[in-house]
């Protein structure tokens, strides 16, 4: 299986680049879903309730002046990830090429592979980014009081090394021209998506909006992992809307199969995923 996909957004090179697959399971992502109801949509979906493939999909963003990576995966902390390196190698990008990292939120399979063994950064020439809402939630002890044990300690092992390059945006805003973050909280605290603009064309990069082409049909089904669950559907609501509106490519960090590229369709009071044909492109 490919473990990178090339594809141009305007005079932007991108890169899809898969940092490895694991199986999640319907009761994690579906939390409060009617059982009978879920049991139906996943039927439909050819899904299987205890076997349901997922992806980590990370995205390089090369501008005209600015080599900009997305989320940079689980590292070495799981034996079915740890991947982004030696693609990234293979599609010719050293760590060290990377100026830019910007982080969705502080979830491990998106911000571990920020450092290697000893605390050394991954990316050691890089600037960091993230939207002021996270950073300030992760690094406050107060905050860290509400959070799951497991992110607590993801947070409190990796944003120390990171403290003296990180950038925080508020609201949304501009990384480098052509790249925006948009608030997307809900997920975490500060989640945010990542708009990439050029010469007309978009793609937004929805990090964990959602889970699973499911949670576009049934936008109020959240996950156990979604730690403001009322605020996960507001936020799904307004980025599908946005999306389809715009008919900007999608990426979702977990869509099977790679490289999770779409688009959100309306579809009455719905929506539905439309896995992009990469070999259009």
């Given at each position: 299986m490919?473990?990178?996909?090339?594809?141009?957004?305007g005079?932007?090179?991108?890169?899809a680049?898969?940092?490895?697959?694991?199986?999640?399971?319907?009761?994690?992502?579906?939390?409060n879903?009617?059982?009978?109801e879920?049991?139906?949509a996943?039927?439909?979906?050819?899904?299987?309730?205890?076997?349901?493939?997922?992806?980590?999909?990370?995205?390089?963003?090369?501008t005209?002046?600015?080599?900009?990576?997305i989320?940079?995966?689980?590292?070495?902390?799981?034996?079915?990830?740890?991947?982004?390196?030696?693609?990234?190698?293979?599609?010719?990008?050293?760590?060290?090429?990377?100026?830019?990292?910007?982080?969705?939120?502080?979830?491990?399979?998106?911000i571990?592979?920020?450092?290697?063994?000893?605390e050394?950064l991954t990316?050691?020439?890089?600037?960091?980014?993230?939207?002021?809402?996270?950073w300030?939630?992760?690094?406050?002890?107060?905050?860290?009081?509400?959070?799951?044990?497991?992110?607590?300690?993801?947070?409190?092992?990796?944003?120390?090394?990171l403290?003296?390059?990180?950038?925080?945006?508020?609201?949304?805003?501009?990384v480098?021209?052509g790249?925006?973050?948009?608030?997307?909280?809900?997920?975490?605290?500060?989640?945010?998506?990542?708009e990439?603009?050029?010469e007309?064309?978009?793609?937004?990069?929805l990090?964990?909006?959602?889970l699973?082409?499911?949670?576009?049909?049934?936008?109020?089904?959240?996950?156990?992992?979604?730690?403001?669950?009322?605020?996960?559907?507001q936020?799904r609501?307004?980025?599908y809307?946005?999306?389809?509106?715009?008919?900007?490519?999608?990426?979702?960090f977990?869509?099977?199969?790679?490289?999770?590229l779409?688009?959100i369709?309306?579809?009455?009071?719905?929506?539905?995923?439309?896995?992009?044909?990469?070999?259009a492109?």
């Open positions: 490919n473990e990178s996909y090339r594809f141009n957004i005079k932007f090179q991108c890169i680049i898969n940092d490895g697959d694991f199986i999640g399971n319907a009761a994690m992502l579906f939390a879903a009617p059982k009978d879920l049991a139906q996943l039927d439909r979906y050819g899904e299987v309730p205890d076997a349901l493939p997922s992806t980590w999909t990370c995205l390089l963003v090369k005209e002046t600015e080599t900009v990576l989320d940079t995966g689980v590292g070495n902390a799981d034996s079915h990830g740890g991947k982004l390196l030696t693609s990234l190698r293979q599609e010719g990008f050293s760590p060290e090429d990377i100026d830019i990292v910007v982080l969705s939120h502080i979830h491990g399979d998106h571990l592979g920020c450092v290697q063994e000893g050394n990316f050691p020439n890089a600037r960091y980014v993230m939207g002021r809402d996270e300030e939630f992760w690094t406050t002890e107060q905050s860290l009081k509400t959070a799951p044990e497991w992110a607590v300690k993801t947070a409190q092992r990796i944003l120390p090394a403290s003296e390059k990180m950038s925080v945006i508020e609201g949304q805003g501009t480098v021209p790249i925006d973050i948009l608030p997307a909280p809900g997920h975490t605290f500060g989640h945010v998506a990542v990439i603009m050029s007309g064309e978009q793609l937004i990069y990090a964990d909006t959602a699973h082409p499911i949670h576009l049909e049934y936008p109020h089904w959240t996950a156990v992992v979604d730690q403001l669950p009322k605020q996960t559907v936020t609501l307004a980025l809307e946005r999306a389809a509106q715009l008919e900007s490519l999608v990426l979702l977990h869509f099977h199969p790679f490289p999770s779409g688009n369709v309306k579809d009455g009071n719905s929506w539905r995923w439309k896995a992009f044909n990469t070999s492109m």
